[in-house]
């Protein structure tokens, strides 16, 4: 143990009584002789923060490091044998030195499709590709399952890990702050980032995808949901179908319902505007065609002329006159006579009764007799 330095890593927010580290010694000597015990002296601080179990060597804090005035504590320690004897023993003192781990020191390694068991069984192999390529002393302080950022607030994904280490500078032995120059060219800068997620995911053959700061511990953290098979992919996008489907009917429904409501509105208010503006009552109007103004009538008569001319002797009558003006002759009289044998023979005929020459005519506009027509 001589010339020996013990290094731990203790969150600064870390309640009392938080394990710390455990020292131990090794004495050769058996029995009464290889019996050890373990005192602690801190050198750097006061009040004290430490407290060590002096038959196991466990350290563990006595109270919270809220006020601790620097990054680290430091403190001796000293193992001896032979405890009862206060002059014949041997001893040796190691230096301890506590690292206080807050944000600014951390640096997330995200990998997607690790699982965080998978990633545990991987901590020893990560730790040595990562003290290679940055030649600090890299220590995992956990291992989570992967947060994926979203409007402040994260969700879980069991199918990703999340892995937070720190970085040592192996000189002064303290930890080293992500804006410092070495750190951030190393792990934040375009270049150095992508080289080295790339660096390994070839070299450990995992799927690194970013390198990142810790999320804010005032952010909220979502459900945690596991990986899904395509079958149960396929199966949430019929649902989501569905779902989209039965939300179309039920508004083209809905609209409908609408529709059919605003015009039965429509046909209420039409019918009360017209009850009270009043439909005017219309008398209807009969037309009557136009007639002629002037009338024809056709004057039909049966006469025997040879009785007729034989009989009148004298000045031709008036009626003579008439029917030569109007330019009646023996042979119009003679087609007369075959027409008008229905209304009587010959013999029954008289020169004298003048009335039952006239033959009745048809009224073409009235259809009626010329008895009911005025006479001309």
């Known amino acids: 143990m001589h010339n020996d330095i013990y290094l731990a890593i203790v969150a600064k927010n870390a309640p009392a009584h938080t394990h710390i580290i455990n020292i131990q010694a090794q004495d050769r000597d058996s029995e009464e002789n290889g019996r050890i015990v373990y005192c602690l002296k801190e050198i750097n601080e006061f009040p004290e923060f430490l407290s060590m179990n002096k038959k196991t060597g466990a350290i563990h804090n006595i109270r919270t490091f809220e006020n601790a005035r620097e990054g680290s504590i430091r403190a001796n320690v000293t193992a001896r044998d032979r405890p009862d004897d206060p002059t014949e023993f041997l001893s040796s003192v190691a230096q301890l030195i506590v690292n206080l781990l807050e944000d600014h020191h951390r640096i997330v390694l995200v990998l997607s499709t690790t699982s965080p068991d998978n990633a545990v069984e991987m901590k020893s192999q990560i730790i040595d590709f990562l003290q290679e390529r940055s030649g600090l002393i890299i220590g995992i302080e956990k291992v989570d399952v992967r947060r994926l950022a979203s409007a402040n607030a994260t969700t879980l994904d069991s199918r990703g890990s999340d892995i937070t280490f720190y970085a040592v500078d192996p000189a002064s032995y303290r930890l080293v702050t992500t ?6 060219s190393l792990f934040f800068s375009l270049e150095g980032k992508y080289s080295l997620l790339s660096a390994i995911s070839n070299g450990l053959q995992i799927e690194a995808s970013a390198i990142r700061h810790p999320y804010p511990s005032t ?7 596991a990986a899904k098979t ?29 529709l059919c409501f605003l015009w039965s509105r429509y046909e209420t208010f039409r019918s009360k505007l017209q009850e009270m503006i009043g439909s005017p009552h219309l008398e209807p109007v009969l037309i009557e065609p136009s007639l002629k103004e002037y009338e024809t009538q056709v004057l039909r008569m049966n006469i025997n002329g040879d009785d007729f001319m034989g009989t009148i002797k004298g000045p031709p009558s008036p009626l003579m006159q008439e029917l030569n003006a109007s330019g009646y002759t023996e042979e119009s009289s003679t087609d007369s006579l075959d027409q008008m044998q229905a209304y009587g023979s010959r013999e029954e005929l008289e020169c004298d009764d003048v009335n039952a020459l006239m033959v009745p005519a048809l009224n073409p506009i009235y259809q009626s007799s010329d008895e009911n027509s005025p006479q001309h």
């Open 230 to 258: 395509m079958e149960e992919a396929v199966d949430g996008f019929q649902a989501a179908l569905l779902a989209l489907s039965s939300i179309v009917a039920v508004l083209g429904v809905a609209a409908i319902v609408y």
């Open 219 to 225: 952010w909220a953290a979502g459900v945690l949901y």
């Open 179 to 184: 804006d410092e120059p070495q750190v951030h």
